[in-house]
């Protein structure tokens, strides 16, 4: 990442978050989309998550994880899952990568992430509750529009010293220069049965390099807000430690994160089981969570009419060969323009000052999926394209 850039960053992001967090209110927007948390779904997934077993790198259960969370992604309209493979001493694993698009900033990134590895035992809390988390947090986005691009991450490797996520910070985002707004790590948030689970830990920045905590404090303050708006939860603010956000953080990127308060004494156990959680705990824990990423990733219901403000369009052939046609039925077309990007949410092509009919050659990208991003004004609207 260049130098000057980060700074800029930094500088954008507390100014961004300083004002929302002194102003932060109750959005009943969010509001109607967490009410939606399901904790039926978040006990199901708990459950099948146990049942699936030890889910050490190199295992048939983790694999199986694996493919069980892929195929979620896949039931819920994800197309753009991505493994990324990497091997080192215990096996060869992926990790799992689902991207979102933005409507506005799609090349800037919110990175939700947990580890789905576990070591010794199940691990249904450390990480199931992290990865059912996430999961019904996805189910619940998937067609709400955000202004920043989300990805949802699952890291494997975790347990055996966070090999996952470095893998993915050094051969991904260093080498791709990706924007990532925040990280937002989850990680142990399933509480201890029998206690009272009434605390979410928000964790903050508070080591080398320095140049970012101050945007992490800023962060962690916000999430924790939010947490306190949309749950049944108080918080803590601690520092961040020995989980997938330290990769990030050694890069330079923001970064923030959720545990639980009652530590369990039964992680990287045989008895890190679901008899052993609190799963009202996870579910409210989910709520907070998910109110905090539609916050960060912006989200408004003015943004899912935005179309309404484009004349009806044409984009075809999709598939296609690598020549697209688009047309616009208005005669009043003025200062609208088209842009690529690519699932790393790279610019790969862009078009401005649109006629109504117009041939657009994307022969020279390579194969796989696009999104084309419409603009004209105030106004966008975002299609999924595929090159073959």
Known sequence: MRK???????????????????????????????????ST???????????????????????????????????????????QEFTYSAGT??????????????????IIDAHYDTINGTGTNDNGSGTVLILEMARLLKDVDTEYSIKFIHFSGEEDGLIGSNYY????????????????????????????????????????PTSNNAASSTATNTLATCIGLYSNLNTEISNAYASDYIPFENNGEIITGIYEKNETPHAHTATD?????????????????LGAALHFAVSSSSL???????????????????????????????????????????????????NNHESINLQTLEKGVYFAVITNGNSRVTKKVILN
């Open 304 to 354: 899912n009419v935005a179309q309404n403000n484009f004349a009806t369009f044409k984009l075809f052939p999709n598939p296609t060969n690598g020549i697209l046609n688009l047309s616009f039925d208005t005669t009043k077309l003025s200062d609208t323009s088209i842009r690529f990007y690519d699932l790393l949410g790279k610019l790969v092509y862009e078009k401005s000052n649109l």
């Open 4 to 38: 000057e850039y980060f700074y800029i960053k930094i500088i954008v992001f507390i100014s961004c978050f300083s004002i929302t967090v002194n102003a932060q209110t109750y959005d009943t927007f969010y509001g109607s989309i967490v009410d939606n948390v399901s």
């Open 273 to 289: 089981l679901l008899v052993n959680m609190d799963p009202n705990y996870v579910y409210e824990v989910t709520k907070g969570s």
């Open 169 to 208: 910070v050094d051969n991904t985002v260093i080498p791709n220069d990706l924007d990532i707004l925040l990280v937002f790590n989850i990680d142990e948030v399933g509480g201890v049965s029998g206690m009272t689970n009434d605390t979410i830990v928000c964790e903050q920045d508070e080591s080398n």
């Open 41 to 83: 779904n978040i006990l199901n997934d708990l459950t099948t998550f146990e049942g699936l077993g030890i889910k050490e790198v190199g295992t048939t259960a983790l694999t199986n994880t694996e493919n069980w969370i892929t195929a979620r992604y896949q039931s819920l309209g994800y197309s753009d899952v991505v493994l």
């Open 93 to 110: 694993s992926n990790n799992i990568i689902v991207t979102k698009i933005g409507t506005t900033y799609p090349n800037t990134f919110l």
